[in-house]
């Protein structure tokens, strides 16, 4: 029996993959000027972006209601079997509304937290899509989830702490002298799918050096890993790390997609995820 896939449109995957792999997605809510959208539905990722940079306050986003996970998996046949792979709920209440929304319908639902968010997520949602095609179970799928979930890297590289400032995680004060020394913040995913602090870097420029290092310490080979990079509109920075990583590690794959609205809220103008 053919397990169906539904995510949330956290996961920012590209929408030819979405189509590939006939991925269900239940759209997160945002609201911004005033005005509330639902993502993916009635507001790209590039509007997003725009309206954000022109509003002075933090855009608000929130997950979907339990209802609206249950009426995704009813969608399906009863007798389907169906696996829901969600942002982290160390960073959104996302996984528990689907799991309550699993309580809902009569289907057979399986609630998977990726513990990552934007392309870390969005690469499970790839890696369960294709074991299910080949016939693996359930079981053998959230198995190899784990294993690769655990395994996963993230990082976040910040252009501005402006939108921290917004958000009240940094004072107005720290957020001008970080502008004023040129400081550059890089985070990675920590306990629990949170984010934390990883280093601070002056210049942007030795912050995205700085990453590479850091992929290079590991000393790993890289010719099977998939790497996920996600911008908020500075396409040409992300095309240039994509070089880089494709030049320097070599891996399968590099893919490059706009972050969303989850995720680049937070990350702001000329902020990156990189997710491998």
Do not use: W
């Amino acid at each position: 029996m053919m397990i169906k896939i539904v995510t949330d449109s956290s996961a920012d995957l590209p929408i030819e993959l979405l189509q590939k792999y006939d991925i269900t997605v239940v759209p997160m809510n945002v609201s911004i000027g005033g005005k509330d959208f639902q993502e993916g539905v009635d507001l790209t990722p590039h509007e997003f972006f725009q309206k954000m940079f022109a509003t002075t306050e933090l855009p608000k986003t929130s997950q979907p209601s339990p209802a609206t996970f249950a009426e995704a998996y009813s969608k399906f046949p009863a007798e389907s079997e169906i696996l829901c792979l969600t942002i982290s709920s160390g960073l959104s209440g996302t996984y528990q509304s689907a799991t309550i929304g699993k309580d809902l319908t009569d289907n057979r639902v399986t609630v998977f937290d990726t513990l990552a968010g934007s392309l870390g997520h969005g690469m499970q949602i790839i890696r369960a899509a294709e074991l299910a095609n080949k016939g693996h179970s359930i079981v053998e799928i959230i198995d190899s989830l784990t294993e690769y979930r655990n395994n996963m890297n993230i990082y976040i590289l910040l252009a501005t702490l402006e939108n921290i400032v917004k958000g009240g995680r940094l004072s107005k004060f720290q957020g001008s002298l970080a502008k004023l020394l040129n400081i550059k913040v890089l985070l990675r995913r920590g306990e629990g799918g949170t984010v934390e602090m990883f280093e601070k870097v002056r210049g942007k420029k030795k912050s995205q050096k700085r990453l590479l290092e850091v992929i290079k310490i590991s000393n790993k080979d890289f010719s099977e890993t998939i790497f996920g990079i996600t911008h908020t509109g500075n396409i040409e920075e992300a095309e240039a790390l994509k070089n880089e990583i494709m030049t320097q590690f070599h891996p399968k794959e590099v893919l490059l997609n706009y972050m969303g609205a989850t995720m680049g809220t937070y990350a702001g103008k000329g902020g990156m995820i990189i997710s491998y």
